[in-house]
Structures are given as structure tokens and as C-alpha cells.
């Protein structure tokens, strides 16, 4: 298994954790072992579901439990989840959640189903490489995110879930059709003023909607040229990507040495303060928030920044918080989708696990 850096230090390396092994023997034959818990190996079982999905079992469960109990246990996965102590949390609300975490996770005892999933393909007209990225949130800690690009919107797709929003759902929706152009560094540390530009920048979206525009999520097509009468002097605070595409005006912008100071409004939350202090471009997104249990969800507001190849964020307007994301850089063979309608596929199987 592989988990997140200890937040909140996503440019760390992923860590890596074994969960079985099979030792294959002479005829054909082979055993199983369970890696969970902290008692050595144990015996286990694997069985193939069906193509692209198998399940394991550990067979001997009280392999897993510790000799103080659920109290030590608990303690246990929190330093090497964590990195840290329950005595060092001293948010109510982060303690709560954590172990929820903990209760959610470790009921399974390593019987577990696995579905395979694909890496996004990439078309040299996307705005940067798609991939996974760690992402912060909040008091969920660090989560996995797949970066995938669909026309002239960008998916952020949660891989690894949490109480609130599971895994398997976009996280982030971004469209790229709707550049936004951040004020002066002064003035972007005033929140009312980044909110009047988002919001601006959504009634813009919610017009065209209703002059016929298509809708969210059902363009295909790639980036194209600025539609007449839809320029950046309708809304001046935003624009649209020039003929050419996003990724053609991010290299352009990173060969000139061009940049925009960046910096986080006053009142807006960070899990990391070691945030790029300088951005390519902005654009406008929504990103989904729920109750505990992913009840009541809604897409809500917010911005996308770009800093880097390997590195952007997203500013939730309503929860007056910001996730920075780092890419994966560890490497997986065989992942490539066979083909786009694959991928986009794997992307709706693993949604409905969640609806």
C-alpha cells in the first residue's frame, strides 16, 4: 500500500507499506501471507473476483491485535499514520475526525477488495501532465488525488476518501475555458475581493448556460479560440485561453520567466504555509464539500492555481481554505489506460462505488 507523506509535508515521498505476500511453490502451488499488523507474517488468502479486481483475507485476525488493546492499537497507527501523538492534536474537531479514520480503516483487518485503476492519458495540449497528486485537507490530513483533463475541463478525482467526501468522487472540477486574472498582491489579501471575482466569474458561467452554452462535464473537445462576444472585457477580472490551448500559454509563460506574486487572502486556512509564493495562471472551479457520511453534497466555488509542473492549489471560497497538491513522483508500471474510453470508464465505476 502506498500512503501519503505525514501531513502536512506533501512534497515528501510517498511511504510504502506491505500488506501480503505469495510465495509461489513447486506444481503450481502457492501460499498467501498476511503483512498486517505488527506480529510478523500470517496465513492469508487471495481469490480473483473477476478480471481487474481479486480480494484478500487474513485468516488469523487475532494476528492483528495488540496487548494493550484498542488504546494501543489506536496510538499505534496514529504515529505511523500521523507522525505524531494524540497528546500533540489538541483540535476536538481534528481528534474526531482522525478517529473516525482509524475506527473506519482498521475494521476490516486486511479483507480487502482491489479494483485496478488507470493513470489519466495525456494529450500535449493539456494545461500541465495529469497524474496523482497529495493534497492537503485540513484536519483530514494528506489525500491522493488523480489530475485527469477532459476537453476543456480538468477532473480532480479523490483515490484515497475521507469521512466526508469518499473515494472515488471529484474533489475538484475545473474549467478552462474561464481564466481568472488575480488582483495585486495587496489586494488578493483581501478575501471580498477574490470573492467578488469568483463570483463574478460563476455569474458568467450560469449566462452563458442559459444562452445555450453546453453543459458542465459534456465538452470533449480540446481547448479552442475565445468566442466572439465571450472575451475578457465582458468581466474584467476574467478571461479565456487564447487559440492553442492552456498548455500552450503555460510554456510560454514559464519560457518568458513570467509569474504572478501569489499569496494567500487574509482569513483563509492553510494545512501549509511552505505554499509557492509566485502562480502561472488561475482559472475558475467548483470543489465538492459533504456532511460526515457524504451527506447533503454540493459543489461550491473556489480557485485553481497552477504553480508549477508538478505543483497547483485550490482556494474553497465557502470553507475559507486552501489545498496545495505535489505530484506523485513514484512510479507505476503497467498502469497506462489502454485507450481514453477506458480510462473515462474506470472514472465512472469507481464514482458509482460511492454515490
Not at 156 to 165: A, F, Q
Not at 234 to 241: G, S
Not at 283 to 291: N, P, Q, R, S, V
Request: with cysteine.
Amino acid at each position: 500500500m502506498y500512503l501519503p507523506p505525514h501531513d502536512p509535508h506533501v512534497d515528501d515521498p510517498m511511504r510504502f507499506k506491505p500488506l501480503f505476500r505469495i510465495h509461489l511453490m513447486e506444481r503450481k502451488s502457492a501460499t498467501v501471507e498476511c503483512m498486517y499488523g505488527h506480529k510478523g507474517p500470517h496465513n492469508g488468502h487471495i481469490q480473483i473476483v473477476k478480471k481487474d479486481e481479486f480480494s484478500t483475507k487474513c485468516n488469523q485476525t487475532d494476528h492483528h491485535r495488540m496487548s494493550g488493546g484498542r488504546q494501543e492499537e489506536f496510538r499505534t497507527w496514529l504515529r505511523e499514520e500521523w507522525g505524531r501523538t494524540l497528546e500533540d492534536i489538541f483540535h476536538e474537531h481534528m481528534q474526531e475526525l482522525i478517529l473516525m479514520k482509524f475506527i473506519y480503516t482498521s475494521q476490516y483487518d486486511n479483507c480487502l477488495t482491489y479494483r485496478r485503476i488507470y493513470l489519466p492519458p495525456h494529450h500535449p495540449d493539456d494545461l500541465i501532465k495529469p497524474g496523482l497528486f497529495k493534497g492537503t485537507y485540513g484536519s483530514h490530513g494528506l489525500e491522493i488525488v488523480m489530475l485527469s483533463f477532459h476537453g476543456q475541463r480538468a477532473r480532480g478525482t479523490k483515490i484515497t476518501g475521507d469521512p466526508n467526501i469518499p473515494a472515488g468522487q471529484q474533489t475538484v472540477e475545473v474549467d478552462l475555458r474561464h481564466r481568472i486574472q488575480l488582483p495585486d498582491v495587496e489586494n488578493l489579501r483581501n478575501l471580498n475581493e477574490l470573492s467578488r471575482i469568483v463570483l463574478e466569474a460563476r455569474e458568467r458561467l450560469r449566462q452563458e448556460k442559459q444562452d445555450g452554452g453546453q453543459e458542465a462535464g459534456e465538452d470533449h473537445s480540446r481547448p479552442g479560440p475565445v468566442q466572439p462576444g465571450r472575451g475578457p472585457e465582458e468581466v474584467p477580472a476574467v478571461d479565456c485561453p487564447e487559440p492553442g490551448g492552456g498548455a500552450a500559454a503555460a510554456e510560454q509563460s514559464a519560457q518568458g520567466g513570467e509569474g504572478q506574486p501569489f499569496v494567500l487572502p487574509v482569513g483563509v486556512s492553510s494545512r501549509n504555509e511552505d505554499y509557492p509564493r509566485t502562480c502561472r495562471m488561475c482559472f475558475y472551479g467548483t470543489g465538492l464539500i459533504a456532511g460526515h457520511g457524504f451527506t447533503s453534497p454540493e459543489r461550491t466555488p473556489g480557485v485553481f492555481i497552477l504553480f508549477d509542473e508538478d505543483r497547483f492549489g485550490f482556494i474553497w471560497l465557502e470553507l475559507k481554505s486552501f489545498s496545495l497538491y505535489s505530484r506523485v513522483q513514484a512510479t507505476f508500471r503497467n498502469a497506462d489506460a489502454p485507450s481514453p474510453q477506458a480510462f473515462d470508464e474506470m472514472l465512472k465505476n469507481i464514482q458509482s462505488l460511492t454515490s
